[in-house]
């Protein structure tokens, strides 16, 4: 990062870029042995100029998080409104997460890191509360399968929804763990796709 470029920036600018700049650092190591030296060193800029935006290190990660979430949320806003076929618009949302981990691993990392702070109470309440938040668009997708006929109506809707949203995190853990060119996006389609075959009426 170049310091004197992020003097002509703005606050909003600067503060993205020391965002930017803290994924990268945590993805470099783990929250915890992240320093806010580390971050302004990789952002460029001055310690303090950091504690202008985020009064901690803990809440520059929260922010982060909230960022992937609103992200998150908004992807699925997007869906429901372009595809009206539940089991398309499931299959389509995993297909876009497995895209998106792939061009974004640090922001991969970080998630794994915040699941390790789980004991916290803000990064641990975060994390759970996006998983329900997750899990619960999935029940939704659902149930309109059902109401569309495309569900299985002998189905158990809370357990197949965190099934679904637990083929995320094992994606997640295939890609954190594969060498380079070793996690083919064919193996990832497939998975969806038996899961999703699993529930078609």
Known sequence: MKAANSK???????????????????GKSNYRATRMADIAAEAGVSEAMLYKHFESKKVMFLSILENVSHRTATTIGKGFEEEPDALKLLRRLLITYYNQIQEHPNLLKLHFQAVSEIDDEEIGGRIKNDHEVYVNNIKELIKKGLEQGTVRKD???????????????????????GREGEIKRGIADKMIDHLIESIRA
């Open 155 to 177: 189905i158990e809707i809370d357990p197949i929804a965190w099934l679904f949203n637990g083929i995320g995190v094992l994606i997640s853990m295939m890609v954190l763990l």
């Open 8 to 26: 002509r920036l703005t606050a909003k600018e600067r503060k993205r870029l020391v965002l930017r700049s803290a994924i990268t650092a945590f």
